[in-house]
């Protein structure tokens, strides 16, 4: 059974406005979150993270937000730029003692011009 | 070249083929993976490598078999694979083996025919 959930496959919204992609994970004993960003032909990149003793993590144009109570976090791009346009993973990993990373399917987003 | 990089990108083999996938990275990192990504399913954790010595390895059939000769390279060997085998294979570094933020290659798509 998957334990990090990324329900929306794909996302489209105009240039210029918020990005919201959605996360939800059912493990809690899950202490770390992570967003990767992946172009097509690429590799999966590290974009932003936040432990589980924080409720807010803010860089640049990207904010992650966690809700440990609904076991639920969320990144907030904006303002989205097409360059943006990805497919985001969200992954989660353990409390210390295991080397793995659990990770969503993905959501694609599209920024339009 | 830098990050971190594999070889081939495509590979096409046959159900009795043995074949080796490369991975590279440039990074001075201590801990190599592998993973799995198939169509519509999250990345599966294959191994785990940790200055050479394998820490991990999720069940993974026997046809696959790993190698870390040393801190920088890592092979998977395949060989007598199943059509259901087909997916983009993945490796990943990290400083330490318990560092969070992991840096993957750009894949190598596996078509077992």
Known sequence: ?113 | ETGVTQTPRHLVMGMTNKKSLKCEQHLGHNAMYWYKQSAKKPLELMFVYSLEERVENNSVPSRFSPECPNSSHLFLHLHTLQPEDSALYLCASSQELAHYEQYFGPGTRLTVT
């Open chain 1, 1 to 113: 059974d998957q334990q990090v959930k990324q329900n929306s496959p794909s996302l489209s919204v105009q240039e210029g406005r918020i990005s919201i992609l959605n996360c939800d994970y059912t493990n809690s004993m899950f202490d770390y979150f992570l967003w990767y960003k992946k172009y097509p032909a690429e590799g999966p990149t590290f974009l932003i993270s936040i432990s589980s003793i924080k409720d807010k993590n803010e860089d640049g144009r990207f904010t992650v937000f966690l809700n440990k109570s609904a076991k639920h976090l969320s990144l907030h791009i904006v303002p989205s730029q097409p360059g943006d346009s990805a497919v985001y993973f969200c992954a989660a990993r353990p409390i210390s003692g295991a080397n793995n990373l659990f990770f969503g399917t993905g959501t694609r987003l599209t920024v339009i011009p």
